[in-house]
Structure formats: C-alpha cells, structure tokens
C-alpha cells in the first residue's frame, strides 16, 4: 500500500502538469484577446462565439446576424476542455446574454471517446453556469468533414450524447448542422468545405448561420 501511494504522488504532479501545459499552449491566443478587452471591453449583453477553428475562422458573424451584438473567441486547434479552461477569461468577463459553442472534432481526433466529449461540455456548462446562472448556451453539433469522415462513427455518437443530455437541461440546446452537411449518402458534403477538407466555404457557414440564427429567435 504505501509503495501504491508513493507511486499515485509521483505520478499525479505529472498528470497535472501535463494537462496544465496542454492548456497553456493556447497562452498567447487568450492574452491576444485580453488585450483586445483592455483596448475596447465588449459592453454586456453580446452573443459569444467560442470555440476551435470553426468559430476563429468564422470572421463574417457579425454581417451574419445583423443587429445582434456578436464577440467571436475561437482559437484554432483546442478541445472543449480548453474553453472550459479559459473561461473566466474569454467567456464569463462578457456576460453574454447567449453562448454559441463549437468544439468536439480536435477532441476526437486526439483520440477522446465520444462520451468523454459528452462530459466536456458538461463541465463547461457547469462551469460557465456558476458565473452565469441562466445564460443559453448553444452547441453547435460537431461537423462532419471531408478531413476526418473516418471519425464519422464517433462523432455520430458524441452528438447523439451532447443531443440527448441537452435535451434534459434548461436553456441548454444542441443545434443540428451535421445532418445538413451529409449528402445522401451520409458521406461529407465536399463543396462545403474549403481545400483542406476540414474548415467550411461560405456554403457550409450558412447552414450554421441558419440554425444559430433559429435558435436565437427562439424563446429562451
């Protein structure tokens, strides 16, 4: 037993700091933006945008929903975990009165498990909750893409999970793009996407913009 606990107290500092620098790699993207608060702080009461590179990349949301007042916090590459990290920087100093979420695909392309990716959103849902009681938060269903249509099967599963939690919680709600962007085949739409294969053409954003934008006209 004690040769057990000698082993658990070597091994947990490691573990810790092994997902503490995962987070920080995304350092300079969150100072970017807290530079940005301190030039201009967003006034209250915006929709917030966060997320991976869907989000980061999705540079026309403010000409996509006219007179709504939109922040856009996406950084490429990070998972739900990494939102749920950096929340009391990039998501609760704004207290939005909506929270449109986009992440998952990193998540499973690291090799998460379609139910880890459900117990993500959950934290950042409950984290996010206990700052702001009562904010909607919208996620938006992980996409099915031309890059990683081999994790089609896992994502599947993580946004039937993500579905069918939200659909039990107040105010929490799971938006629907990844039926839209299947053809009938249920094989990823290529003229969706850009070259790569994994981000969206101006086509593949306009499904979001419809979804995101029935929700938001939706009563809360």
Request: hydrophobic share 45%; glycine share 6%; charged share 20%.
């Amino acid at each position: 037993m004690k040769k057990l606990l000698l082993v658990l107290l070597l091994i947990l500092p490691c573990a810790v700091f092994a997902r503490e620098y995962a987070h920080d790699q995304w350092s300079k993207d969150i100072a970017a933006f807290q530079a940005e608060d301190r030039a201009q702080m967003p006034a209250p009461g915006a929709v917030l945008f966060v997320g991976s590179s869907s989000i980061r990349f999705w540079t026309s949301i403010a000409e996509d929903f006219p007179g709504i007042r939109t922040i856009n916090r996406g950084f490429g590459g990070s998972a739900l975990s990494d939102a749920t990290f950096f929340a009391d920087r990039i998501v609760t100093p704004y207290r939005p009165r909506a929270i449109v979420l986009y992440a998952g695909d990193n998540d499973l392309q690291n090799g998460q498990t379609p139910q880890q990716v459900r117990d993500d959103f959950v934290a950042f849902v409950t984290r996010v909750r206990h700052d702001l009681p009562g904010v909607p938060i919208a996620f938006i269903a992980i996409k099915p893409s031309v890059a990683r249509k081999v994790l089609l099967p896992q994502i599947r599963e993580a946004n039937e999970y993500i579905r069918t939690w939200a659909a039990t919680q107040k105010k929490v709600a799971y938006l629907d793009v990844f039926t839209p962007m299947l053809d009938p085949q249920g094989q990823p739409r290529p003229e969706l996407f850009v070259q790569d294969g994994l981000h969206m053409d101006r086509a593949g954003y306009d499904i979001w913009v419809a979804q995101v934008t029935a929700w938001l006209q939706a009563p809360q």
